[in-house]
């Protein structure tokens, strides 16, 4: 049956179209063959979630060498939950790149950008679906390298020192996470992700538990760019295409909070993580400085991209809030954040995209009497910057409810006004947007540019529809969210 | 628990040290990668030192052989190894880029060009 393989085959298929891609080198056959193969992932994803949710953990011996010895992947309906993110992302994102990045990428190059779309995807699937602790690595960075020279593709030459940056932060980030699992491996003799949990049981109060546990957190903060390591993010997102920033706005970080979810919860435990140690609150100072200090920033900004990149490290904030109460509420109320985040930024940054391309960039000045020039791309993202605050009737406003019920349910009452208060912040710089759209004249030489090309903004208006949709019916998210918390909290990964 | 008992443990993390302190301190983009080098070099210590038991061989069943390295550590590192070099290549490619679109590969320079951008309006295209 050729279902059984569906684990595999979720990083398999980007994995050979990139070869395949490389091969055909004409702009419009590996378009068409991206196009394919995200689509054939995408059903696979979303297969799983649906097999995860209705039966529990797959598990999947590569090579049929059972674990310990061989490799398995093992993917339950945390891991299905953010593969159809990442899946549904690149769907998304592939139409849209057709004529998205003929402004930006050289047209010579375009096949290597749908490669290392691919390679990317790949990456980013593996990751969720692993149940290997050294593959986590070794996924993390064939995402990661993919993602360094898609940000270096950017049209300004500032997208190179930004790539650069990232590269160095990221590997570092990485390295730490190895050397963690390395700890883990003196400890337990296994990088098998179930087996080391029921091992570490057994290993007791270590120094060398604990080492890896700081080891990986700080490690993994840094690809989440957890504030403050978040500085690589904001150049990154701001230099790279269009379709690139927005494909890893929604995907990347939340790859790697997902990871750190599985290593707080599932392999170390709550009683490790949470309660013999500050990590909550080491956390939960973390993420309330992360809802502030770069929502301020974002303010302060004159280019929309920029101002949308510490937009999302300040929304980063609310998903880690939420790990840190250690809670089933709190994590669901992450899950689905993670989830409408990636809704919300996902379609920002789409919208942004066609923009960019009819203005020829995102600075204040260029956006200028938007509100005329381009009526349904400013209202698309007056829509999505609601979300971004987290006002009734979007995706937002669920989240952050569910976040604050998290919060009071824990009795942390003050958390309510926390959030409150940095939702005010959202609202400040969401209003740059609205004044610079809605009351300021368009720059008098600039021809007046029409809205995006269609393939453009369809999916830049799907994404924000999709928006508003789960704001409105939130039933299949909460529950899906719900059974990723509960899935998270309560099994402890060994087998089913 | 001794320096000589612990003796690869304390050469990982002085590499360590080392490798991060030269990322973070020098200007020169080179530099910062190969201390990032260094950095994950260190990584490799950390694995293969502990797999390896003073006579022991390699993992071959027979009546002569009693004792047995480890081989795992040494087959994760190639893999780390590759993801190393993988690294280090794309990061030069990036220097050499930069060099051709600044003109100069020291950080504090690069930054300053930048910031130099971000007050003039029309930014240079890269590719000119």
Same mark, same amino acid.
């Given at each position: 049956m050729?279902?059984?393989?569906?684990?595999?085959?979720?990083?398999?298929?980007?994995?050979?179209?990139?070869?395949?891609?490389?091969? @055909?080198?004409?702009? %419009?056959?590996?378009?068409?063959?991206?196009?394919? @193969?995200?689509?054939?992932? $995408?059903g696979?994803?979303?297969?799983?979630?649906?097999?995860?949710?209705?039966?529990?953990?797959?598990?999947? @011996?590569m090579?049929?060498?059972?674990?310990?010895?061989?490799?398995?992947?093992?993917?339950?309906?945390?891991?299905?939950?953010?593969?159809?993110?990442?899946a549904?992302?690149?769907?998304?994102?592939?139409? +849209?790149?057709?004529?998205?990045?003929a402004?930006?990428?050289?047209?010579?190059? !375009? +096949?290597?950008?749908?490669?290392?779309?691919?390679?990317?995807?790949?990456?980013?699937?593996?990751?969720?679906?692993?149940?290997?602790?050294?593959?986590?690595?070794?996924?993390?960075?064939?995402?990661?390298?993919?993602?360094?020279?898609?940000?270096?593709?950017?049209?300004?030459r500032?997208a190179?020192?930004a790539?650069y940056?990232?590269l160095?932060?990221?590997?570092?980030?990485?390295?730490?996470?190895?050397?963690?699992?390395?700890?883990?491996?003196?400890?337990?003799?296994t990088?098998? %992700?179930?087996?080391?949990?029921?091992?570490?049981?057994?290993?007791?109060?270590?120094?060398?538990?604990?080492?890896?546990?700081? $080891?990986?957190?700080?490690?993994?903060?840094?690809?989440?760019?957890?504030?403050? =390591?978040?500085?690589?993010?904001?150049?990154? +997102?701001?230099? @790279?295409?269009?379709?690139?920033?927005?494909?890893?706005?929604?995907?990347?970080?939340?790859?790697?909070?997902?990871? =750190?979810?599985?290593?707080? $919860?599932?392999?170390?435990?709550?009683?490790?993580?949470?309660?013999?140690?500050?990590?909550?609150?080491?956390?939960?100072?973390?993420?309330?400085?992360?809802?502030?200090?770069p929502?301020?920033?974002?303010?302060?900004? !004159?280019d929309?991209?920029?101002?949308?990149?510490?937009?999302?490290?300040?929304?980063?904030?609310y998903?880690?809030?939420?790990?840190?109460?250690?809670?089933?509420?709190?994590?669901?109320?992450?899950?689905? !954040? %993670?989830?409408? !985040? /990636?809704?919300?930024?996902?379609?920002?940054f789409?919208?942004?995209?066609?923009?960019?391309?009819?203005?020829?960039?995102?600075?204040?000045?260029? =956006?200028?009497?938007?509100?005329?020039?381009?009526?349904?791309?400013?209202?698309?993202?007056?829509?999505?910057?609601?979300?971004?605050?987290?006002?009734?009737?979007?995706?937002?406003?669920?989240?952050?409810?569910?976040?604050?019920?998290?919060a009071?349910?824990?009795?942390?009452?003050w958390?309510?006004?926390?959030v409150? /208060?940095?939702?005010?912040?959202?609202?400040?710089?969401?209003?740059?947007?609205?004044?610079?759209?809605?009351?300021?004249?368009?720059?008098?030489?600039?021809?007046?540019?029409?809205e995006?090309?269609?393939?453009?903004?369809?999916?830049?208006?799907?994404?924000?529809?999709?928006?508003?949709? $789960?704001?409105?019916?939130?039933?299949?998210?909460?529950?899906?969210?719900?059974?990723?918390?509960?899935?998270l909290?309560?099994?402890?990964?060994?087998?089913? | 628990?001794?320096?000589?008992?612990?003796f690869?443990?304390?050469?990982?993390?002085?590499?360590?040290?080392?490798?991060?302190?030269?990322?973070? #301190?020098?200007?020169?983009?080179i530099?910062?990668?190969?201390?990032?080098?260094?950095?994950?070099? #260190?990584?490799?210590?950390?694995?293969?030192?502990?797999?390896?038991?003073?006579?022991?061989? #390699?993992?071959?069943?027979?009546?002569?052989?009693?004792v047995?390295s480890?081989?795992?550590?040494?087959?994760?590192?190639?893999?780390?190894?590759?993801?190393?070099?993988?690294?280090? #290549?794309?990061?030069?490619?990036?220097?050499?880029?930069i060099?051709?679109?600044?003109?100069?590969?020291?950080?504090?320079?690069?930054?300053?060009?930048?910031?130099?951008?971000?007050?003039?309006?029309?930014?240079?295209?890269?590719?000119?």
């Amino acid at each position: 049956m050729l279902t059984q393989h569906f684990p595999a085959l979720l990083v398999v298929v980007p994995l050979m179209a990139a070869p395949l891609i490389v091969f @055909a080198r004409r702009s %419009l056959a590996s378009w068409l063959i991206a196009l394919l @193969a995200t689509a054939i992932t $995408f059903g696979i994803a979303a297969s799983l979630l649906a097999q995860t949710l209705s039966e529990g953990t797959l598990v999947y @011996a590569m090579g049929s060498w059972e674990a310990p010895l061989g490799i398995e992947y093992r993917i339950d309906a945390a891991g299905a939950f953010v593969a159809v993110i990442v899946a549904a992302m690149g769907l998304i994102v592939m139409p +849209y790149s057709r004529v998205g990045i003929a402004a930006e990428v050289r047209s010579e190059e !375009h +096949y290597l950008y749908y490669a290392l779309m691919m390679l990317c995807l790949a990456g980013l699937l593996g990751i969720l679906v692993t149940g290997d602790a050294f593959n986590v690595f070794v996924f993390l960075e064939v995402s990661s390298l993919a993602t360094y020279v898609l940000i270096a593709m950017g049209r300004d030459r500032r997208a190179l020192v930004a790539a650069y940056q990232y590269l160095l932060m990221g590997t570092i980030g990485a390295t730490l996470y190895v050397v963690g699992v390395g700890l883990l491996y003196l400890e337990t003799g296994t990088l098998n %992700l179930a087996d080391m949990a029921t091992r570490l049981v057994d290993v007791g109060d270590s120094r060398g538990v604990l080492a890896a546990l700081a $080891f990986i957190t700080v490690g993994i903060s840094l690809k989440i760019a957890l504030f403050p =390591l978040h500085l690589w993010l904001p150049n990154a +997102y701001a230099y @790279a295409p269009s379709p690139v920033s927005a494909f890893l706005a929604a995907t990347a970080t939340k790859v790697s909070i997902y990871v =750190l979810m599985r290593y707080f $919860f599932t392999i170390f435990g709550a009683t490790e993580v949470f309660d013999a140690r500050a990590t909550g609150a080491i956390l939960l100072g973390l993420s309330l400085a992360a809802m502030f200090i770069p929502a301020v920033v974002a303010i302060f900004q !004159h280019d929309m991209k920029r101002l949308l990149a510490y937009s999302s490290v300040s929304q980063i904030g609310y998903i880690t809030l939420g790990i840190s109460l250690d809670s089933v509420e709190g994590l669901m109320a992450s899950a689905m !954040h %993670l989830f409408n !985040h /990636a809704l919300t930024k996902g379609g920002l940054f789409l919208v942004l995209g066609g923009v960019v391309l009819r203005c020829g960039g995102a600075g204040f000045d260029r =956006l200028a009497g938007l509100g005329h020039t381009m009526p349904v791309a400013a209202f698309a993202m007056v829509v999505g910057g609601l979300s971004l605050i987290g006002v009734p009737g979007t995706a937002g406003f669920i989240s952050k409810w569910y976040l604050v019920s998290a919060a009071m349910h824990e009795g942390q009452w003050w958390l309510v006004g926390a959030v409150l /208060a940095s939702s005010l912040l959202a609202v400040i710089y969401v209003w740059r947007f609205v004044e610079v759209a809605y009351f300021r004249a368009p720059p008098a030489d600039h021809p007046a540019p029409g809205e995006a090309p269609l393939s453009m903004q369809l999916p830049a208006l799907a994404m924000i529809a999709a928006c508003v949709y $789960f704001g409105i019916d939130a039933t299949w998210s909460s529950e899906v969210s719900m059974r990723v918390a509960e899935v998270l909290m309560y099994n402890p990964g060994v087998g089913q | 628990m001794t320096l000589a008992s612990h003796f690869s443990y304390w050469v990982t993390v002085l590499l360590l040290m080392v490798g991060l302190f030269i990322v973070m #301190a020098r200007e020169n983009l080179i530099k910062k990668l190969i201390g990032l080098g260094i950095f994950q070099t #260190a990584v490799y210590l950390l694995y293969i030192a502990p797999g390896k038991l003073i006579g022991g061989v #390699a993992p071959i069943v027979g009546g002569q052989f009693a004792v047995y390295s480890n081989p795992l550590p040494h087959v994760l590192i190639l893999t780390a190894i590759v993801v190393g070099v993988a690294t280090l #290549a794309l990061g030069l490619a990036l220097v050499v880029r930069i060099k051709e679109a600044y003109g100069s590969i020291d950080e504090d320079e690069i930054l300053l060009m930048d910031a130099r951008d971000d007050t003039s309006p029309e930014p240079e295209a890269k590719d000119g």
